[in-house]
């Protein structure tokens, strides 16, 4: 028996779409025993999946940078049935994808001719037109691993963070890495000065998220000024705004940030503002097959 809790009701597994409580996997799993593995998230709108493409194009190449060899198109051709079976077609939904190594004996080097565990669910979830949240973030030592830019399923350091946030009643955590602001437990993160919006560049200490590729998009569309460069923890005081990009989180501004406080609760930058409505307008579109 499942716990008490927001479970989906169908679940995808290995080929098969069964009930939540009959999907079950080997225990010795190589991602159940080292986090080996993969994982993808997206949400379906209205009008079908908000970059569709682009997330499973992410999910191929993390897939091919831990040498996973799993042919994605069997998957996708499964969310549809999935969602038939969720009671979710045409239905606000999220969708969480994983593609482990498979289950082999424990060893840590890579084992040899084994099927991957593929596994994928779908749960009600409605998306706000523009996320009107302010959010609190504390400050917390970014000690996690030096390939942040893969989407592992193993994410014990942004775990650890993100309780930080909520242990303090904060929304979210900022990471610091050498003095400078990465990223944030679960989100990407932007700062405004003097109009021109700043963004940890996309190397290996940050996920390069679908939403922080839309806003950069966004900047050029709407001709706002971008420069992908680090800010210090002694610039934190000098910036103007500061954001939160993610898919579930989308652009939600940022009022205070460790001991600076931006702005009052009810009041949003206004370059902010500006991506938040841009953002806003892309999801009364279909961009399921625009890429990135």
């Not at 350091?157 to 990223?183: F, H």
């Not at 500061?242 to 009022?255: K, V």
Request: with cysteine.
């Amino acid at each position: 028996m499942l716990p008490k809790g927001n479970f989906p009701e169908k679940v995808y597994l290995n080929g098969e779409i069964l009930s939540s409580e009959n999907a079950k996997i080997s225990v010795f799993d190589r991602g159940f025993l080292f986090g080996d593995g993969i994982y993808e998230v997206m949400v379906q709108l209205e009008n079908g999946i908000f970059y569709k493409k682009a997330h499973l194009d992410r999910l191929q190449e993390n897939l091919v940078k831990i040498g996973i060899g799993y042919d994605l198109n069997e998957l996708e051709s499964q969310i549809e049935p999935l969602l038939v079976a969720s009671g979710l077609e045409n239905k606000s939904c999220l969708i969480y994808m994983q593609v482990t190594r498979g289950v082999a004996p424990r060893k840590h080097s890579y084992p040899k001719g084994i099927l991957a565990t593929v596994m994928m669910y779908a749960l009600p979830f409605q998306l706000p037109y523009i996320n009107q949240k302010n959010m609190y973030a504390i400050l917390e030592p970014d000690f996690r691993w030096h390939r942040c830019d893969i989407k592992s399923i193993s994410l014990l350091g942004n775990i650890m963070t993100n309780e930080a946030a909520m242990q303090s009643g904060t929304d979210e955590a900022a990471l610091v890495r050498d003095g400078i602001i990465t990223e944030g437990s679960h989100t990407n993160i932007f700062f405004v000065k003097d109009g021109t919006v700043i963004t940890h560049p996309s190397n290996e200490h940050i996920l390069d998220g679908i939403t922080r590729k839309i806003v950069v998009q966004l900047c050029k569309d709407l001709h706002i000024p971008l420069i992908e460069k680090g800010v210090s923890v002694q610039e934190i005081p000098m910036m103007d705004e500061a954001f939160f990009t993610g898919t579930s989180t989308q652009i939600a501004s940022i009022a205070q940030l460790g001991d600076h406080t931006y702005h009052a609760p009810d009041d949003f930058g206004e370059i902010t503002q500006k991506l938040q409505n841009g953002l806003a307008k892309l999801k009364e579109i279909d961009t399921a097959m625009v890429t990135l």
